[in-house]
């Protein structure tokens, strides 16, 4: 399946969006499709040998609205833009002329005569003439799609103002009609403002991007747009400029500002062989840098499709708004039609069943419920990314605060994940024959603890023994030739497989176990020459996050390969009370199933790499980047700084997202129940009250406003 994300043009409401939805769900060949009224995006999923990215294109084009095709990103922002600035300028200047139409014909209003009817029409005219598209979106779209929307609710109510006027002069709405017009262009001419504000973050992302770059070709420097880079290029970055892509420094020394990219606010100290990152600032020094991510494989490129993808999801929250919406319009003109015929019944005149019809359609808006989750979540990861916290999804921002049991992996998550070479023990040879096999034997391994041990030899000097048949046996150890006898160095698994008696090793495995080190035990011709111990330090900041979590009464458990022994003295160290050892990395998957079982709400934290499948079983699986690498597909959030710190950080800005959320679903839902009993009379046999339909007009336009405004006070919270 390929995705495609397309910019809509257009829409007014909710009903919009679902309406779209419908029209592309029918289309044979799309599988999925989303369409967010708050970004104004359609985010699509579609089999490539049933269906073009044009005719899905054409699709919402013959629903009612305009797309802009986005060939290239950076002229896709730009269109996205320039169209939303347009937007504004035109609901601009609408909002002003029509309201300086409707305040002289409120005046005329007061005073008699068919010379003044006739003013009020021109006036009125003219304001119907500026608000056309509500009449053309909302009729129109019933004819072309056999659904309604917002602005069908709104042709109506204005419309029959309008032509009651006409055909029955001695009772004139002139006045009405324009003011609801006029209101609800103000309304939506905000609601463009408080929309094209939730999308900062992306747009803050893009512009971090520099234009340009120095490269060194034939030897010679020269200046070229960044869409020309290759991968290979040696780029030259000077004090104060902004590293254009990710790569490799070959020459020079100098400390970069990251902030933008990972939060993390000191200045991080680069030298030959370190990594940089794109748009991140070069604070001091001159240095020269290979490029190897170039165009959308750069750590912003993929910051920023992560945070778009996550904006274009839908949170589970979410689906009773769109249930609501999808039969709200239709209930609106049954209820306002009833109301009507009800008021008639009654005895009331024409005109006062009129009023009532005309103010139940225009105070029923579904733009409030389809804001009230997209905006929040659009807000929630755009502050998120800033921080260095990339969700991937609105599911994920959901269901993080509810978690009620993290599981973290030990290795390069609670520890630093770079052991040091700590003992060696002999048994027939000396130390520096037992270092030199196990160096020998490990120099083949990318396991962290080989890195350890062949470092450790380097430092003594000593040369490696030409290896054959080297075999990794994942949570027990490794196996090779070398000069024709078999050697082990592994866990006690690996010398119970091959019948090994360690028996005298006994004492110093206990000993050094109990020191929260690893041990590996080396066999050569069946005999046990030695040990060697490795000790991987905790993250500096791994106990504090442990400690935070148990404070929100959340379960930590830590799970490693190690051997109990180990695991639990580092598990003490950390206050881990929870501890599952010797499990190999295939099964750490079904630990987590395990958990689930037993009824908890299950975060994994791990690296991403061989915590792939335990990451996906878990309810919220949490990579930890390593700032130059997040695409991390296993993860629903990935932390770029690394810091296990972020994991309670995510956890708390879910709940404050959520409470953002449910507080807009209230208030969304609270003013819909409210409002359309008041607007169909409810009050009036009991206190007289009838609700005036601009009054009714600028609460429906508001409601929007007061929603999305709602969402953009979450850019006060401190992640």
């Known amino acids: ?30 599988s999925k499709a989303i369409v967010n009224f708050a970004n104004e995006k359609a985010f699509v999923e579609y089999d490539e040998e049933k269906i073009d990215v044009d005719q899905i294109h054409q699709v919402i084009i013959d629903t009612g609205y305009k797309t802009i095709k986005e060939e290239k990103a950076a002229a896709a922002v730009d269109l996205e833009k320039e169209a939303r600035v347009k937007e504004i300028k035109t609901l601009k200047w609408k909002f002003w002329l029509s309201l300086g139409l409707s305040a002289p014909l409120m005046y005329l209003a007061m005073g008699p005569g068919p010379h003044i009817a006739l003013a009020q029409w021109f006036l009125a005219t003219g304001v119907m003439i500026i608000g056309y598209k509500f009449f053309t ?4 779209t019933v004819f072309k799609t056999r659904q309604a929307n917002m602005d069908t609710l709104v042709s109506l109510g204005v419309g029959a103002a309008y032509l009651y006027s006409i055909f029955s002069p001695q009772n004139l709405y002139y006045e009405t009609a324009a003011f609801l017009i006029t209101f609800i262009l103000l309304g939506k001419y905000l609601e463009a403002l408080a929309k094209g504000k939730t999308s900062e973050a992306i747009k803050e992302l893009l512009g971090l991007q520099p234009k340009t770059a ?15 880079m290759l991968v290979g290029d040696l780029v030259l970055v000077k004090p104060g400029q902004k590293i254009p892509v990710d790569g490799t420094i070959t020459d020079g020394y100098s400390s970069v500002d990251e902030a933008m990219i990972t939060g993390e606010s000191i200045p991080i100290e680069k030298t030959v062989g370190s990594q940089v990152i794109g748009a991140t600032i070069n604070k001091t020094g001159s240095f020269t840098f290979k490029a190897t ?7 912003l490129s993929q910051i920023i499709k992560f945070v778009e993808d996550a904006q274009g999801s839908k949170a589970p929250i979410q689906k009773l708004a769109d249930k609501i919406s999808a039969y709200f319009v239709p209930t609106v003109l049954l209820i306002g039609i009833l109301a009507f015929i009800f008021w008639l019944w009654t005895g009331q005149s024409f005109i006062f069943a009129l009023t009532i019809m005309i103010t139940v359609f225009i105070i029923a808006c579904p733009c409030a419920l389809g804001l009230a989750t997209p905006t929040a979540v659009m807000v929630g990861t755009g502050m998120g990314a800033q921080n260095g916290i990339l969700i991937k999804n609105a599911e994920a921002l959901q269901i993080a605060h509810s978690i009620d049991t993290v599981v973290f992996d030990k290795t390069g998550t ?3 994940g770079k052991p040091e070479l700590t003992n060696i023990v002999s048994y027939e040879e000396s130390e520096e024959v037992v270092l030199g096999l196990a160096a020998s034997i490990e120099k083949n391994s990318e396991h962290p603890l080989a890195d350890a041990v062949v470092r450790g030899a380097q430092k003594q000097r000593l040369d490696p023994k030409p290896v054959q048949n080297f075999q990794a046996l994942p949570g027990k150890g490794v196996t090779a030739k070398i000069e024709k006898h078999l050697v082990l160095l592994g866990n006690r698994k690996l010398m119970a497989e091959n019948k090994i008696d360690i028996t005298k090793a006994e004492a ?10 690893t041990v590996m035990l080396l066999v050569a011709a069946k005999r046990l020459f030695g040990l060697i111990a490795v000790a991987d330090t905790l993250k500096e900041n791994a106990q504090e996050t442990v400690t935070s979590l148990q404070k929100t009464k959340k379960k930590v458990v830590m799970i490693t390969g190690d051997n109990m022994r180990t695991a639990k003295a580092i598990a003490k160290q950390l206050g881990i009370k929870h501890v599952l050892a010797e499990v190999l990395p295939q099964d750490k998957a079904r630990e987590v199933k395990k958990l689930q079982k037993n009824k908890h709400k299950v975060a994994m934290v791990g690296d991403g790499i061989n915590d792939a499948p335990a990451l996906i079983q878990a309810d919220l699986g949490i990579a930890l980047g390593s700032g130059t690498d997040i695409a991390i597909e296993a993860g629903d959030m990935v932390l770029i700084k690394d810091d296990p710190r972020d994991v309670v950080k995510a956890m708390h800005l879910s709940g404050y997202a959520m409470k953002k959320i449910k507080q807009n679903l209230f208030w969304a839902f609270f003013y819909n129940s409210l409002g359309i009993p008041i607007a169909a009379g409810i009050l009036y046999p ?7 339909p601009m009054i009714a007009g600028a609460a429906m336009a508001f409601s929007s406003v007061s929603v999305v405004s709602n969402s953009l006070l979450m850019k006060r919270y401190k992640v």
């Open 1 to 30: 399946m390929t995705k495609t994300t397309i910019q809509v043009i257009g829409m007014h409401c909710a009903s919009c969006a679902a309406n779209i939805e419908k029209a592309l769900h029918k289309k044979d060949g799309i």
């Open 137 to 140: 979106s909302g009729i129109v």
């Open 214 to 228: 120095i490269v060194i070709r034939n030897e010679q420097e020269q200046e070229i747009s960044i869409a020309e």
């Open 293 to 299: 991510k170039v165009g959308k494989d750069t750590v």
């Open 414 to 416: 609670l520890t630093k």
């Open 508 to 517: 110093d495995l206990e000993k050094l176990e109990n020191e929260g080190k």
């Open 686 to 692: 009991f206190t007289g009250f009838l609700l005036n």
